[in-house]
């Protein structure tokens, strides 16, 4: 018979909790903390939400739930899970590791002739298959970080394939399921280093606290963070914030990433793929053949700068307040509805002016936006385009 394992890493279909008739606790500890504590973070396999300390102490609480779990699976699954942390001269060491990877929720279903979905299930993704891009709001690309409406609708789609091919429901009382929840909370003056590999991070509320992030492969969703010597190093990962106020972040290899704004911050990034909401004050952006898009300008973002090669820009113009703008480029096509202007290469790689437009010196002066761009594609319109047919 073909076993095959589906995990999701959001919780979703199960209300109650005496569904899980086993609960175990991987650990569970409380440090005392104070403005000069250091706590370290490494992470691995692992799943973890970081949350406010409300008392000044740092609490650690990781348990996991089963269902449909032989005892000598629990102990089996538990003894691949290794936590230790170590309090030595005012700086918290904690290290979570894992066998294998261990999702918020996942499921274990018994296919033999294989899963499918609801007919229904991909009108979810009517409004991606189109071939126009229209402006979101940051509100809206806000709603999207956590994905869960998509993410519900998929997994309520899920049928087994019977013998003569008829899609049933999913008694999923009888799955084997487990749900982890390792929760760490930290007083708002400490501060942060996370490293973690394959590891799925989340922070549950607005931050403050200086962190340091290195992160290869897995995932970062985030609220705010507002912080001055935020230093941000993903590879290969999901990256997910509401806002980003300060800090500097190099980004490799991203995808789906979303920022809902962003202020008083540099970004160096390269192959990613970023949508930022709003734009506000002092931003700088390096990328190299990456794709951004450029959805609203805040009322006073004063100046932007961009520098790219080989590199794909989705540009929405900034509404309501004046502006101005100037790109200079080689080897750089700007694509505006239907007409594409090519700026030729030149032998000495010389950079000249694509399109410049000066303020108009009425009402209330937003900023200055400044393109440089390299062997890339600048796609610019107020509210909508369509992408080019390859």
Do not use: C
């Not at 073909?2 to 199960?14: Q, S, T």
């Not at 294998?100 to 229904?120: C, H, K, Q």
């Amino acid at each position: 018979m073909k076993r095959l394992a589906f995990k999701i890493w959001i919780l979703i279909l199960i209300t109650s909790g005496s569904l899980f008739a086993q609960k175990k606790t991987v650990y569970s500890e409380v440090f005392s903390a104070d403005t000069n504590t250091t706590v370290i973070l490494n992470f691995e396999n692992t799943t973890v939400a970081i949350d406010e300390s409300t008392d000044g102490k740092i609490h650690m609480n990781y348990t996991i739930e089963f269902n449909n779990y032989s005892k000598k699976d629990v102990q089996r699954f538990i003894d691949d899970i290794n936590v230790e942390a170590n309090m030595y001269d005012n700086t918290l060491m904690l290290k979570a590791t894992s066998l294998a990877n261990v999702s918020e929720i996942a499921y274990e279903l018994e296919a033999p002739l294989g899963l499918t979905f609801a007919d229904d299930v991909f009108s979810v993704f009517s409004e991606t298959t189109n071939d126009t891009i229209h402006r979101k709001s940051k509100d809206s690309l806000i709603s999207e970080i956590s994905g869960q409406k998509v993410k519900q609708a998929i997994f309520k789609s899920l049928k087994l394939l019977s013998k003569n091919g008829e899609k049933k429901d999913i008694d999923f009382k009888k799955v084997k399921m487990y749900k982890s929840k390792f929760v760490i909370k930290l007083p708002a003056y400490v501060k942060v280093k996370i490293i973690g590999k394959q590891a799925q991070i989340s922070l549950l509320k607005d931050m403050t606290n200086e962190i340091s992030l290195n992160l290869k492969q897995g995932s970062f969703q985030g609220q705010y963070l507002s912080n001055t010597y935020n230093r941000f190093m993903v590879k290969q990962a999901d990256f997910k914030v509401k806002g980003l106020s300060g800090g500097n972040y190099t980004f490799d290899n991203i995808t789906g990433g979303i920022i809902g704004s962003v202020q008083n911050a540099e970004i160096t990034s390269e192959f990613a793929k970023i949508e930022i909401g709003e734009i506000q004050d002092q931003v700088t952006i390096t990328d190299f053949n990456g794709e951004y898009w450029f959805y609203n300008w805040s009322k006073n973002f004063n100046r932007f700068d961009l520098f790219s090669e080989y590199s794909k820009i989705h540009f929405f113009y900034p509404e309501h307040y004046d502006f101005s703008l100037k790109v200079v480029g080689n080897n750089t096509v700007n694509q505006f509805e239907n007409i594409a202007v090519t700026m030729q290469p030149t032998k000495t790689d010389q950079k000249f002016n694509m399109m410049e437009r000066k303020a108009q010196g009425v009402g209330h002066f937003s900023g200055a936006i400044n393109f440089d761009l390299v062997r890339g594609i600048l796609f610019t319109h107020n509210d909508t385009f369509t992408k080019p047919k390859p």
